[in-house]
C-alpha cells in the first residue's frame, strides 16, 4: 500500500507542475492540431494527443507540455492496476476502478466531459 500512496503522490506533483502549463497545454494542442490541418474536429481522445505529439509538433517546450499530460494519464493507468492488485474492494470501489479504465483508455472519448 505503500507503493500506491508514494506514486499517487508523484501524480499529485506531476499534477500540480502541469496545471501551471495549463495555457501552453492548450496553445500546443492548437498549433498541433494547425499543422494537422485538423482545427474543425475537437481534440476527443488521449491517443489523438499522442499522435499531435508524435507527427505534427515541432516544438520543445510543446513537445514537453502534451507528454506531461500523457505521462499523467498513463501514470492514473498503472495507479488504477496498482490499486486492484492490493485492494480486494467491494462493488463500489470496483465499479470506480472500472469507470477510472475506461476514462484512461487512449481511445476513450473524452469530449463529452465537463469540468466541475
Known sequence: MDEVVETLRKIEQNYKLFQQQQLTFIRALKLSRVEANDVV???SSISQVQCYKDHHCYN???RHVLNMFISI????????QKLEKVHPGDR???DLLEKCKVLLNDSNDFTALRAT
Open 41 to 43: 474536429r475537437p481534440v
Open 60 to 62: 520543445s517546450r510543446d
Open 73 to 80: 494519464c498513463n501514470d492514473l493507468r498503472n495507479l488504477c
Open 92 to 94: 463500489v470501489s470496483n
